[in-house]
């Protein structure tokens, strides 16, 4: 029903405004008695076979959510009900930020695409972790943190201490997001120093905690061989518990939607089925040069339990979907389990 009504409803207005629409129905059905059991048996596939038991948690299935879709924490109770083995919220700053000028999201039909240039627009940490600590019980939550626009640099590892103290208490793991194409000067923080020096921060920090939380780094898809060199140097020196392979990519091929049409869209960064080999090729590598060794999450063109099968044959351990989630629907989770 989703792709033959629904899709082809919700793909008539601006992305951003359906996502919107989208979320409102969600919600209005779901506070409908009896929806919640129903959405949970058409939407859930499980099997003791699909569990895994990763960074110290069990997870009921592989198959979680990227960050990116529930930004503010306002549809865990929803998502809870499609069969996801684990939710990401985020990217969450300290601050409240309104992100990018619109427009800020578009859709690539002809490729199965998104480009977004959002701008790590959310509602701030204080507010989130409102929402948080009315999370549903018993599902897995991801908190991906970064910093805000107005934030230099060389203070940016402030803005991640702040995110993590206020959410510790209320999420399973943390993601550090550095790899964000839509904040200006962001993916500098890859670089090895400035990396480094925040993760051991983190890290540290982490150590004080009476329970200590898995932290995780999220990569670019755009890292050369000798960058990703650095990241499993960086990983094995700070001992952070693992990567998330891949944020979206600023390339452009292949792509077969009109070239004035990308043109005209402008900055932003892409995902969906053009960055899965490149996504797939990262995780081998990072697998293969770490000796299997950094647990791995991975993400990027995940439309189908082929796609997933990919990604945990290249060395993931567990993998997330975002745009396969808007070209899919509601069913992603439970096919893409059921295939695995």
Do not use: W
Request: charged share 25%; hydrophobic share 40%; net charge positive.
């Amino acid at each position: 029903m989703y792709k033959s009504l629904l899709k082809p409803f919700f793909f008539r207005y601006d992305p951003e405004k359906a996502h919107y629409m989208v979320f409102d129905l969600t919600r209005f059905t779901l506070k409908i008695p009896g929806m919640k059991t129903v959405f949970r048996a058409l939407f859930s596939y499980k099997s003791p076979k699909l569990e895994r038991e990763l960074f110290g948690l069990k997870f009921k299935n592989p198959v979680g959510l990227a960050a990116g879709l529930d930004k503010n924490a306002v549809l865990i109770h929803e998502l809870d009900c499609l069969g996801f083995g684990f939710v990401e919220i985020g990217t969450v700053t300290p601050l409240p930020q309104a992100g990018n000028d619109k427009p800020r999201l578009f859709r690539l039909p002809e490729d199965e695409a998104v480009i977004n240039r959002m701008g790590f627009n959310n509602d701030g940490m204080g507010v989130i972790v409102e929402r948080l600590k009315n999370r549903p019980k018993g599902l897995i939550v991801g908190g991906n943190i970064g910093k805000n626009k107005v934030t230099p640099n060389e203070n940016a590892t402030d803005d991640y201490v702040k995110c993590f103290n206020a959410l510790h208490d209320y999420v399973d793991y943390f993601v550090v997001n550095v790899s964000s194409p839509n904040t200006p000067g962001l993916r500098a923080l890859q670089d090895k120093e400035p990396l480094m020096q925040l993760l051991q921060t983190l890290k540290d920090l982490n150590a004080t905690k009476a329970k200590p939380k898995p932290i995780l780094l999220k990569i670019a898809p755009d890292l050369t061989n000798e960058q990703l060199d650095d990241i499993v140097e960086i990983v094995f020196t700070t001992k952070i518990d693992g990567v998330v392979a891949t944020n979206t990519t600023i390339a452009r091929e292949p792509l077969t939607t009109e070239k004035s049409k990308i043109e005209a869209i402008g900055m932003g960064g892409l995902s969906g089925k053009p960055v899965k080999e490149r996504s797939t090729e990262v995780i081998r590598y990072l697998s293969q040069k770490s000796n299997k060794q950094i647990p791995i999450i991975g993400v990027g063109g995940i439309f189908t339990a082929k796609d997933a099968k990919e990604k945990l044959d290249a060395g993931a351990s567990l993998v997330q979907v975002y745009t396969g989630f808007i070209y899919e629907g509601p069913s992603i989770a439970k096919n893409i389990c059921k295939g695995l």
